[in-house]
């Protein structure tokens, strides 16, 4: 009986282990011509998941940890995969400028700001 009890336990702390993290907030991608085929999950334990769709390629995935520094939107830690394959380690961050509910991917180019206009984000949903 002794044993049953640290037993029982254990498993009960590794069921709230497995569980998804709740999502904090979603942004969609907007393309210009106005289809959205990619979304972007914060979740509130301070990891993410993005979703892209594309054409034959099928569903592209990256995650990895986030952080906000200023007004910046930070991807660091990043993995990606393609459809279903093994996760694969990715060597660079991504950055999002955050503005009016939004997000637009960009890049440092010499001392420049280059944003991206085919990645821009709509928040969506908000918890």
């Given at each position: ?31 210009k011509n106005g289809l959205d085929n990619g ?84 928040k969506v949903k908000n918890k």
């Open positions: 009986m002794k044993k049953i009890i640290p037993l029982f336990f254990i498993l009960v702390l590794s069921s709230f282990s497995i569980q998804d993290p709740k999502d904090l907030e979603t942004y969609k991608r907007i393309n979304t972007i999950f914060l979740r509130a334990n301070g990891t993410f998941l993005t979703q892209f769709f594309g054409g034959c390629d099928g569903m592209l995935e990256s995650q990895g940890t986030w952080k906000i520094n200023k007004d910046t939107l930070i991807f660091t830690d990043r993995e990606h995969r393609m459809m279903n394959d093994r996760w694969k380690k990715s060597e660079c961050s991504q950055k999002y400028l955050i503005k009016n509910r939004g997000l637009i991917a960009f890049s440092i180019a010499g001392n420049k700001m280059v944003c991206d206009s085919n990645e821009v984000y709509k």
